[in-house]
């Protein structure tokens, strides 16, 4: 038996040598590219003057992100020239697209090949009939970005790049080879009817085409091989083919004894090798296709768990998107490899890959990594009444689904995300339109997921809904297999705590709903510390807080069948005026993927290894004000992130406490001396963690002097350091004597979903947006009591007054309109008496939202400090930040 095995082992891989079968090669490098479109026939496109670029390539890494408003959304064209050796003729030559977004037009020699619409799913192009064969031939290729009704997504807080933003493959196919048509699928499918502990079956189908001439007898067969390459499973049958034909075949339960069940602890993969062969003695293979199986089942049980391979199975995970700082969305297969790698080792078992199909190697990477994965095509937040939006939906899902459904890693379709936002934020909408978008919805949800049961029917159907009671009333929740909240309490709305309570309620009212909590977490800038976090302050503290009580609240919610963080990663916004413009900052990572703290908590909770993460990383650089004067001392916060019972805290060797953790937490007040402090936490069985902060002490009062640099966040009870300047920017306060802080006026808030301190909208000409965006308005002094000398004194200004008011994300939920009805202001500026600047007017030097900026150098005389006074001429005055720098 052994000696069987071993031989057809090497027969399998010697057979390479005995094969014609396909020719796969990336078409990735040197494609002339031209951004727009062109005026001339396409067989007379000139390139000579566009530039060469490589895929994966994008036309909007730079003006995604530039100060102007919007990113080019329109045509542009790549040509590149491909030799088709006589030797192919008779094959079947194919230009395989992993991705484009979002119609691409090809075109050989000049004449139109095919379109495909869509900008998230793979497709390809049959040149066999067109090509020059013993020639050179020309491929001209036009992808356009532009808004179409009729393709979704329709409007979305990402950003939609345009481009060959994916790989391209070159397939030569001989005559007779597995079906290449079908929604650029592999044209081969791997099912398992039946999986248990003691045996799987196995069946593998699809479609073979015969496109010569004759009929032709052929033998398919699959083998399965495990991870020593051993023969566990084996079939064939004999099939006659039509000339010119496609003729389907089945392998049907292939029994597999005692199989190695795949899960994220033991992502164990097989192997099937298809391959089609002549009918007859030494033929050679025609054509060959190699899967990796996985052998796995899952269900939700009726307490609404989901279970994989028999046991119950929180699913723990996050979302992501598929760009990267400085890339865009055109990446290659490393960067997809590696932040998968990452969201496994942030101790996740799951991912939501919101909210479009991703490259096919993120599919093969969560095979291996052990990842279940929601895979969705983008409805979202919309939809278009059409014939044409819902075909084109309908047939998304079905390439969506038939490209990646032999990966075991998926679990999960889905196909709406937030589908009646834009119903909810559309007051001008009619009753009448309202109801008729409605009722499309509904229908096409329906559709949809009959479509999705029928193309994968051992896979759960999942739509993403808002906190909105509209999903119950319209019986959307009951559609899906599978209910996806996200939910942003006590961000957008309400208090984190209402998070249980919803997910309660929802539960009592439908008690066989399956639920996973699909997106949460607040927008979050490393920049930005707290030591009163807020919702919208957008600090990493509160990042912690809030994803502290989601996760215990989550947690202890035995019929939430999962959930998934949103983001794992910072990603493109175009429209969003956060911290950073145009990104959207809710990932647990930064958007070169460097970590947040919060990552630690996430280690902590759930990988089994020690973990003691002291979560300062992005805040090792503090400013404070002494304790008490004359002390030298500063006492702040200091959390811990672990999954031991207890944790001792040293400052500089001499133990601060020893403390019992609490929900994989635990909290220092540590006394921060003046310089390098060495922070070491431990638990009992020697694993530790370190972290030097170096801590500048303020004095409790400046007259003493020693304050060489201070640097004042205006209006905000956030620090803000900037990377650029290595400047902290402290929180504000008002005036004391002996010290510092503002006369007059008040922080600026305004009242949206939660108060929220500053305006939401970016400021121009700087990178420092939170240190503009807030401000103390009605200001009329600023003092600092420091001992004379010379000073350079710099003051910040922003006016937020935007006269074309502003494009609002309806993600942002925001009802700021503080904008309106406010009095140009003027007014004139003294320091220590002596005027400075007269008749200031913002908007009309500098106009709204620009960043602006003043230095002096001044004199501190006769003990009375520094003061600036601000004398309004018309309307309040502001200021944004100050910083004082002592010139020696
Ligand atoms: C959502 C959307 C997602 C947004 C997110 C946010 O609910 O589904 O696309 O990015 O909120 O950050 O507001």
Redesign the pocket.
């Given at each position: 038996m052994k000696k069987t095995l071993f031989l057809l082992v090497l027969i399998l891989f010697f057979s390479n040598t005995l094969t014609a079968q396909r020719l796969l090669t990336s078409i990735n490098s040197g494609w002339k590219f031209h951004q727009g479109d062109i005026d001339s026939q396409v067989n007379e496109i000139n390139t000579e003057n566009w530039e060469i670029v490589n895929l994966p390539h994008t036309w909007n890494v730079s003006d995604a992100f530039n100060e102007t408003r919007g990113y080019y959304r329109g045509a542009g064209w790549y040509v590149k020239k491909l030799s088709a050796p006589m030797d192919w003729k008779g094959k079947r030559v194919f230009f395989k697209f992993e991705g484009a977004n979002q119609t691409t037009e090809l075109f050989l020699n000049g004449e139109l090949i095919g379109k495909h619409l869509g900008g998230y799913t793979g497709f390809g192009f049959d040149l066999s009939n067109n090509l020059k064969y013993g020639e050179i031939n020309t491929i001209s290729v036009k992808v356009d970005n532009a808004h179409d009704g009729n393709i979704p997504p329709l409007r979305?807080?990402?950003t939609f790049y345009g481009g060959i933003y994916r790989n391209v493959w070159l397939l030569v196919a001989e005559p007779i080879h597995f079906d290449l048509s079908n929604y650029a699928s592999d044209g081969v499918f791997i099912d398992t009817p039946e999986v248990n502990e003691k045996k799987a079956l196995v069946t593998v189908h699809g479609s073979l085409v015969n496109n010569t001439l004759d009929k032709k007898t052929v033998i398919i067969e699959t083998t399965v091989i495990d991870k020593n390459n051993a023969v566990v499973a084996n079939k064939s049958s004999k099939l006659v083919l039509g000339p010119n034909s496609k003729s389907e075949f089945s392998l049907e339960n292939m029994e597999i004894h005692s199989p190695n069940l795949w899960s994220p602890d033991n992502p164990y993969l097989y192997k099937t090798i298809t391959q089609i062969s002549e009918d007859r003695k030494n033929s050679i293979i025609l054509d060959k296709m190699v899967l990796p199986m996985g052998l796995r089942w899952f269900n939700f049980d009726d307490q609404n768990r989901f279970c994989l391979n028999g046991k119950p199975l929180k699913l723990v995970g996050a979302s992501r998107h598929q760009d990267y700082k400085n890339l865009g969305n055109a990446l290659t297969d490393d960067y997809h490899y590696n932040d998968y790698k990452h969201i496994k080792e942030l101790g996740f078992n799951f991912v939501r890959l919101?909210?479009y199909p991703q490259a096919p190697e993120v599919y093969k990477t969560c095979d291996e990594l052990g990842l279940l994965v929601w895979s969705e095509i983008p409805i979202?937040s919309g939809v278009t009444v059409s014939k044409e939006f819902s075909n084109n939906c309908i047939e998304m899902q079905k390439e969506h689904i038939r490209q990646t459904r032999n990966h075991p890693s998926v679990v999960l379709y889905g196909y709406m995300?937030?589908v009646i936002i834009s119903l909810q934020f559309n007051r001008r909408l009619e009753e009448q339109d309202r109801q008729k978008t409605v009722n499309r919805i509904i229908e096409l949800a329906n559709q949809l997921d009959d479509l999705t049961k029928a193309e994968a029917p051992d896979r759960f159907t999942v739509m993403?809904m808002?906190h909105n009671t509209g999903y119950n009333e319209y019986g959307l929740t009951e559609i899906p297999d599978v209910v996806g909240w996200?939910l942003?309490f006590g961000w957008y709305y309400n208090t984190i705590e209402d998070l249980g309570k919803f997910l309660a309620e929802q539960h009592n009212m439908y008690p066989n709903q399956r639920m996973i909590v699909s997106?949460y977490g607040p927008g979050t800038d490393v920049r930005i510390h707290s030591t009163t976090p807020n919702a919208t302050d957008f600090s990493e503290d509160f990042q912690y807080v809030m994803h502290a009580s989601y996760l215990k609240q989550m947690m202890n919610l035995p019929y939430l069948a999962g959930f998934a963080a949103?983001n794992y990663a910072d990603f493109g916004?175009s429209g969003r005026a956060d911290a950073i413009p145009s990104i959207?900052q809710?990932g647990l990572v930064n958007y070169d993927r460097s970590e947040k703290d919060v990552c630690g908590l996430y280690r902590a909770y759930f990988l089994n290894d020690p973990i003691i993460y002291i979560a300062s990383r992005n805040f090792t650089l503090r400013t404070g004000i002494e304790q008490d004067k004359g002390t030298g001392i500063c006492n702040d916060n200091v959390k811990i992130f672990t999954n031991q019972q207890e944790i001792e805290l040293k400052l500089d060797g001499k133990v601060i406490g020893k403390k019992k953790v609490t929900d994989h937490e635990v909290n220092f007040n540590v006394p921060f001396n003046n310089g390098k402090n060495i922070l070491t936490a431990s638990d009992n069985n020697g694993h530790s963690d370190q972290v030097t902060i170096e801590y500048n002490v303020l004095p409790f009062h400046l007259d003493s002097g020693g304050v060489k640099d201070l640097a004042v966040n205006v209006g905000s009870d956030v620090s803000f350091y900037d990377p650029g300047t290595k400047v902290m920017w402290i929180p504000d306060r008002q005036y004391t004597e002996k010290s510092w802080g503002y006369i007059g006026g008040a922080p600026y808030t305004v009242q949206r979903r939660q108060l929220q301190t500053g305006v939401t909208q970016n400021i121009l000409g700087t990178d420092c947006n939170p240190l503009f965006q807030t401000f103390v308005e009605g200001i009329t002094g600023y003092r600092f009591d420091v001992p004379d000398g010379q000073y350079k004194l710099t003051l910040l200004f922003q006016e937020y007054n935007d006269p074309n008011g502003r494009n609002r994300l309806i993600?942002n939920l925001s009802t700021d309109d503080s904008s309106k009805d406010r009095k140009e202001r003027e007014f004139d500026i003294t320091i220590n008496g002596e005027k400075a600047i007269s008749k200031l007017n913002l908007e009309r030097d500098y106009g709204s939202l620009r960043a602006v900026t003043f230095d002096f150098i001044i004199n501190a005389e006769n003990g009375k400090g520094i003061k600036v006074n601000f004398n309004p001429l018309s309307g309040v005055a502001l200021l944004s930040g100050i910083r004082i720098t002592c010139i020696p």
């Open positions: 979305a807080d990402y919101a909210h979202v995300n937030e993403a808002h996200n942003y997106e949103w916004s959207n809710k993600y």
